[in-house]
């Protein structure tokens, strides 16, 4: 989903380039960015490469997809629980 635009002088310091398309922007003091690519955080690389740029020697130690994995796991151990997921199912015509 690529429904932003971005105008300003900003545009001036894209914040990326992505296969020659530079997207976002940055302030001129580098402090302020932003883009509209859709989960680029999400990556444990890129998001662990882009913060050591902004505060050496930390490093982010959050592996994203583990995360995910592991909230949707729970969620959907929550739901069997709490609710008859097969009735519901039934009722939607998918058993």
């Known amino acids: 989903m690529h429904i932003g635009r971005t105008t300003g002088s ?11 398309r530079n997207d976002g922007a940055v302030s001129p003091d580098g402090r302020v960015m932003g883009c509209y690519i859709h989960g680029l955080f999400a990556s444990d690389t890129f998001r662990s490469t882009f913060l050591s740029h902004i505060r050496s020697g930390h490093v982010a130690g959050v592996a994203y997809e583990a995360q995910i994995e592991r909230v949707l796991d729970n969620l959907a151990d929550h739901l069997e629980t709490h609710l008859a997921i097969d009735r519901l199912l ?3 015509g998918i058993r």
Do not use: F, V
């Open 10 to 20: 900003g545009r001036a310091r894209p914040m990326i380039n992505l296969n020659g």
């Open 90 to 92: 039934t009722i939607a």
